[in-house]
C-alpha cells in the first residue's frame, strides 16, 4: 500500500466521518424540530379544547337563561289568559244581571222591547192610577218598584 493509497484512504474516512456528523447533526435537528412542532400541536389543541368548554358553557347558561325566560313568557300568558277568562266571566254575569233586571222592569211596567220614553210614561201613569197608596188596592211598595224600574228603562230608551 502506498503512501497515496493511504492518504486516499485517510481523506475518505475523514469525509465519511465528517459526513456521517452531519447526517446525525440533521437527525437532532429534525427530531428537535418535530418536537416542537408536536409541542405547539399539543398546546393548541389544549387551548382548543378550552375554547370548546367555554363556549359549551356559554351555551349552557344561555340556554338556561332561554329556559326561565320562556316560563316566565308562559307564567305571563297563562295569567293574562286567566285575567281575561275572569273578566269575561263577570262581564258575562254582569250582562245576565242586567238582563234579568231589564226583564223584570219590562214585565212590571208591562213594556216589550224595543220601548220609548212616552211608551213608558203611558204604563208608569196607567200603573200609578191602579197601584197608587192612596188609592184602594193600592201598595207604597209596588209603587217604589214602578218607579225604579221607570227610571231604570228610561235611561236605556235615552241611550
Same mark, same amino acid.
Given at each position: 500500500m502506498?503512501?497515496?493509497?493511504?492518504i486516499?484512504?485517510? *481523506? *475518505?474516512?475523514?469525509?465519511?466521518?465528517y459526513? &456521517?456528523y #452531519?447526517?446525525?447533526?440533521?437527525?437532532?435537528?429534525? $427530531?428537535?424540530?418535530?418536537? $416542537? !412542532?408536536?409541542?405547539?400541536?399539543e398546546e393548541?389543541?389544549?387551548?382548543?379544547?378550552r /375554547? #370548546?368548554e367555554? &363556549? !359549551?358553557?356559554? +351555551?349552557?347558561?344561555? +340556554?338556561?337563561?332561554f329556559?326561565?325566560?320562556?316560563e316566565?313568557? +308562559?307564567?305571563?300568558?297563562?295569567?293574562?289568559?286567566?285575567?281575561?277568562? /275572569?273578566? +269575561?266571566?263577570?262581564?258575562y254575569?254582569?250582562a245576565t /244581571?242586567?238582563?234579568r233586571? *231589564?226583564?223584570?222592569?219590562?214585565? &212590571?211596567l208591562?213594556?216589550? #222591547?224595543?220601548?220609548?220614553? =212616552?211608551?213608558l210614561?203611558s204604563?208608569?201613569? !196607567? &200603573?200609578?192610577?191602579?197601584?197608587?197608596?192612596?188609592l184602594?188596592?193600592?201598595?207604597? =211598595?209596588k209603587?217604589?218598584?214602578i218607579?225604579?224600574? #221607570?227610571?231604570?228603562l =228610561?235611561k236605556?230608551?235615552?241611550?
Amino acid at each position: 500500500m502506498s503512501s497515496d493509497d493511504f492518504i486516499f484512504i485517510c *481523506l *475518505l474516512v475523514s469525509a465519511m466521518t465528517y459526513g &456521517l456528523y #452531519y447526517l446525525i447533526r440533521l437527525f437532532v435537528f429534525m $427530531e428537535k424540530q418535530s418536537k $416542537e !412542532k408536536r409541542q405547539m400541536f399539543e398546546e393548541s389543541l389544549k387551548k382548543s379544547e378550552r /375554547e #370548546y368548554e367555554e &363556549l !359549551k358553557e356559554r +351555551h349552557r347558561q344561555r +340556554h338556561e337563561e332561554f329556559m326561565r325566560f320562556q316560563e316566565e313568557i +308562559h307564567n305571563q300568558f297563562e295569567e293574562m289568559r286567566r285575567r281575561t277568562e /275572569e273578566a +269575561h266571566r263577570r262581564a258575562y254575569q254582569q250582562a245576565t /244581571e242586567v238582563g234579568r233586571i *231589564l226583564n223584570n222592569d219590562m214585565k &212590571l211596567l208591562e213594556v216589550k #222591547y224595543p220601548f220609548t220614553i =212616552k211608551q213608558l210614561s203611558s204604563q208608569r201613569r !196607567k &200603573l200609578s192610577l191602579k197601584y197608587h197608596p192612596d188609592l184602594e188596592g193600592g201598595s207604597e =211598595k209596588k209603587m217604589k218598584e214602578i218607579n225604579e224600574s #221607570y227610571d231604570r228603562l =228610561k235611561k236605556i230608551a235615552k241611550q
